[in-house]
């Protein structure tokens, strides 16, 4: 069975760093994209970006360029989301989901149950 | 940036009555659009790809068509399950998804 399982809620202090994970299961973890999706509340879901595992290719959304970084380690099935320095309208649900790709057909099959973070003074 | 914008905001409907919501991008993405329904507290859940082919376990009752800039998911019986929002999301201009603002379908 495909699983994303991601870390536990965190409350951080604007300017603290964070990085949070998304761990997959049950399926080839290096040969599949995953991509990071943020909610901010009572709000859409806003696209932040994507890693191949197997060889890092890591590609954002001009949005999120330079205010997080996406990485991912296959030895152990995991990917990560990371801010250096956290600001208050960081404050959102963040998703990991698995990225099938075949011809010039992507979609999101798999998703995580999501990582609440919280930057607040 | 492709823009995807839904319509209506809310739609507010009975069980067993037919819904359609729509999304139109702001240029062509062919039949490079999926859907994704979201329930309170839950991560979404994928329904339609390619414009019109149901992902795997979705109900026939769940439809999409359209091509280009035109979208449309249509629920033909509604069931008290399908009570969410609903999204459209691009990957014709892959890696740069972007999702619409979402459709909330709840029960009148």
């Known amino acids: 069975e495909v699983q994303l399982v991601q870390s536990g809620a965190e409350v951080k202090k604007p300017g603290e760093s964070l990085r949070i994970s998304c761990k997959g299961s049950?399926?080839?973890?290096?040969?599949?994209?995953i991509g990071w999706v943020r909610q901010m509340p009572g709000k859409g879901l806003e696209w932040m970006g994507i890693i191949f595992p197997g060889d890092s290719d890591t590609r954002y959304s001009p949005s999120f360029q330079g205010q997080v970084t996406i990485s991912a380690d296959k030895s152990i099935s995991t990917a990560y989301l990371q801010w250096s320095s956290l600001k208050a309208s960081d404050t959102a649900m963040y998703y990991c989901a698995r990225q099938i790709a075949y011809g010039s057909t992507y979609y999101l099959d798999y998703w995580g149950q999501g990582t609440l973070v919280t930057a607040s003074s | 940036e492709i823009v995807m914008t839904q319509s209506p905001a809310t739609l507010s409907a009975s069980p067993g009555e037919r819904a359609t919501l729509s999304c139109r991008a702001s240029q062509s993405v062919r039949s490079n659009l999926a859907w994704y329904q979201q329930k309170p507290g839950q991560a979404p859940r994928l329904l339609i790809f390619s414009a019109s082919t149901r992902a795997s376990g979705i109900p026939a009752r769940f439809s999409g068509s359209g091509s280009g800039t035109e979208f449309t998911l249509t629920i033909s019986s509604l069931q008290s399950e399908d009570f969410a929002v609903y999204y459209c999301?691009?990957?014709?201009?892959?890696?740069?998804?972007?999702f619409g603002q979402g459709t909330k379908l709840e029960i009148k």
């Open positions: 049950g399926y080839s973890f290096p040969n599949f994209w």
């Open positions: 999301q691009q990957y014709n201009n892959w890696p740069l998804y972007t």
